[in-house]
């Protein structure tokens, strides 16, 4: 079992920026990849950016991309999401999960999920 705890949504006013993070514990090794995603009320789950953990390879979904990066920090088993340039679209309740196989990391059928963070941003 993995255990993801989200922190650092709140409310922005637009062209703003948050870091969100995504603290890890458990059996974190089993984990292939580890990835944001994001859902605003009345639309689908969707990803917002992934990290292989071997590679720290990343992807970006084309929304957010130049505005948002992904990072980890090892030491502290953490996950990042930074965020530049906020938009009122960017509105949404933010996800932290984790993957144990690549065919989940690049679909959104994750095995592990954190309870979200809030972010609101107001024009």
């Known amino acids: 079992q993995v255990q993801l705890v989200e922190s650092g949504g709140g409310s922005v006013q637009a062209g703003g920026s948050l870091r969100l993070s995504c603290a890890a514990s458990?059996?974190?090794?089993?984990?292939?990849?580890m990835g944001w995603f994001r859902q605003a009320p009345g639309k689908e789950r969707a990803k917002v950016a992934r990290?292989?953990?071997?590679?720290?390879?990343?992807y970006t979904a084309a929304s957010v991309k130049g505005r948002f990066t992904i990072s980890r920090d090892n030491a502290k088993n953490t996950l990042y999401l930074q965020m530049n340039s906020l938009k009122p679209e960017d509105t949404a309740m933010y996800y932290c999960a984790a993957a144990t196989d690549w065919g989940r990391c690049i679909g959104n059928d994750y095995n592990y999920w954190g309870q979200g963070t809030q972010v609101t941003v107001s024009s």
């Open positions: 458990g059996n974190t090794y089993n984990s292939v990849c």
């Open positions: 990290m292989a953990t071997g590679d720290d390879s990343t």
